[in-house]
């Protein structure tokens, strides 16, 4: 938004918090929060965004939880984008080698196109986000069935739905009502309610 689209900070918080107020990003902690970092300005009245430095030190072994069997390509992105996400400096060089960003052609085109352009990636992250959560249910899953720990998944849902920074109305609330029905397979993708809930979006993640 903010490289291609020109688009200034505070306007980037405003589409963020409509995403959270309706729709598939109801409620989402994560974009709620990103609406919020956007306005945030410090002491001097800048926006912070424009300071601060994006690293992130990996204070936990995660790599011994990405080796399952069944493919969790969403969460091993995030998780390998957050290691590298600590090597600020060196990502500093990339960027003067660079010149900069990657190239981007300040935005031409008419204003309904534009809306066109956030609705895809509105679309776009509502389909990570579901990607992601249907990962971690197989996760779970395999690894449920490989300890014989006889996980209720009706009871896991509200943990997510509580007070955990994962946290999503639409998206929780689809997931209860598919793990309250009794189920042999608990890949989600084999429950024909989310694939329907995951038609049309493959488009919105394509588009350039």
Excluded at 14 to 31: I, M, Q, T
Excluded at 121 to 131: P, T
Excluded at 188 to 203: D, I, M, Y
Aim: aromatic share 8%.
């Amino acid at each position: 938004m903010s490289i291609e689209l020109r688009m200034i900070y505070e306007e980037i918080g405003d589409v963020l918090a409509s995403w959270n107020e309706k729709g598939e990003l109801k409620g989402r902690f994560l974009v709620s929060i990103g609406a919020d970092i956007c306005r945030r300005r410090d002491d001097r009245g800048k926006h912070v965004l424009s300071v601060i430095e994006d690293r992130v030190v990996q204070d936990v072994d995660g790599n011994r939880y990405l080796v399952p069997t069944r493919a969790c390509t969403a969460l091993t992105a995030a998780h390998f984008i957050r290691f590298a996400s600590a090597f600020g400096a060196d990502r500093k060089h990339v960027k003067l080698a660079l010149g900069g960003h990657f190239p981007a052609e300040a935005w031409t085109e008419a204003e309904g196109e534009k809306q066109d352009v956030l609705e895809s990636l509105r679309k776009a992250v509502y389909a990570a986000f579901l990607a992601s959560f249907i990962e971690g249910f197989n996760i779970i899953d395999q690894a449920n069935k490989e300890h014989g720990w006889s996980v209720d998944y009706s009871a896991v849902v509200p943990i997510w739905r509580n007070g955990c920074i994962i946290t999503a109305d639409l998206i929780v609330a689809i997931l209860a009502d598919i793990s309250k029905e009794p189920q042999t397979d608990v890949d989600l993708l084999h429950n024909w309610g989310l694939p329907r809930s995951c038609q049309g979006l493959s488009k919105h993640s394509k588009r350039q």
